[in-house]
């Protein structure tokens, strides 16, 4: 059986793991992932959350804002596997951290974000589709509680959040730091995702096909657990701090 020590040593000597975090590494800070037992798909329709349906629906871009700025709206915090990322880079051993969520926890958790690659998008910013004109939640906020259900950009343009939804184009700076990232690396660390989202996946699959250090921390199976060079199964608030404990007190 694979085990943290294992996991550990597969990655001594490494100083530019890249970090590939999913759903299950938010689902601690109460965030339900994608596609478990009672993943956000199982109660929402996916349909509903392409950009063709934001665009066309004012009454789903009103629940939208409801859902976001509204008194009932969650407040969610950095668990401990987002924190043991932030410590992980503080120790100069990663190039970087690919994550799939928009949440922004790894930014609240300490992670700098010129070391993130929000492949996504993130909640942090609103932008206009026709121009891309950005604006700050505050701003928007205001003006949802100032009595505006559908606030529009100053040149007229309908707004949205910076979460890419369904047939939108992944951001380009994202992206780009991605594959840095991805080409820099020297092993990789895959946290709470079953690796099977693509273009995101290739990221770290990439890493993977160079023959490089894999390792998987999740619950329940994945796409890649062929490829891993060690496989451990449990939750990421577990099991990420461990690694991190266990290769801050190797001598790289």
């Known amino acids: 059986m694979d085990t943290i020590e294992a996991a550990a040593a597969a990655l001594h ?5 890249l970090l590939f975090t999913g759903a299950g590494i938010s689902t601690e800070s109460g965030i339900p992932d994608f596609r478990g037992p009672n993943g ?4 929402v329709d996916p349909k509903n959350f392409t950009l063709r349906h934001y665009l066309a629906d004012e009454g789903f871009r009103q629940q939208r804002w409801r859902r976001w700025f509204g008194e009932d709206s ?7 596997a987002h924190k043991a990322v932030a ?4 120790t100069q051993r990663m190039v970087g951290c690919v994550t799939q969520n928009i949440d922004g926890l790894h930014v609240d958790a300490g992670l700098p974000p010129s070391a993130l690659a929000e492949v ?20 928007i906020r205001e003006r949802w ?14 707004l949205k959040s910076t979460v890419v939804l369904f047939g939108e184009q992944l951001p380009t700076a994202a992206t780009n730091r991605a594959h840095a990232f991805s080409l820099g690396a020297d092993a990789a660390i895959a946290v709470g995702s079953t690796i099977s989202v693509f273009p995101a996946a290739e990221y770290v699959l990439g890493v993977a096909d160079r023959n490089l250090p894999f ?14 060079t060690i496989r451990l199964d449990g939750k990421a608030g577990d ?14």
């Open 13 to 17: 000597g490494r100083k530019n793991i």
């Open 120 to 139: 996504h998008g993130n909640v942090r910013g609103i932008a206009c589709i026709e121009l891309g004109h950005f604006h700050s939640v505050a701003a």
């Open 40 to 43: 956000v798909w199982k109660t």
């Open 215 to 228: 390792v998987i921390l999740n619950m329940g199976p994945t796409d890649a657990d062929e490829l891993a």
């Open 145 to 158: 509680l100032g009595g505006e259900p559908d606030p529009r950009c100053k040149c007229g343009s309908i």
């Open 74 to 80: 969650p407040s969610y915090r950095p668990n401990a």
């Open 87 to 90: 410590q992980l880079w503080q």
């Open 239 to 252: 099991l990420l701090p461990m690694l991190v404990e266990a290769l801050e007190v190797q001598t790289v």
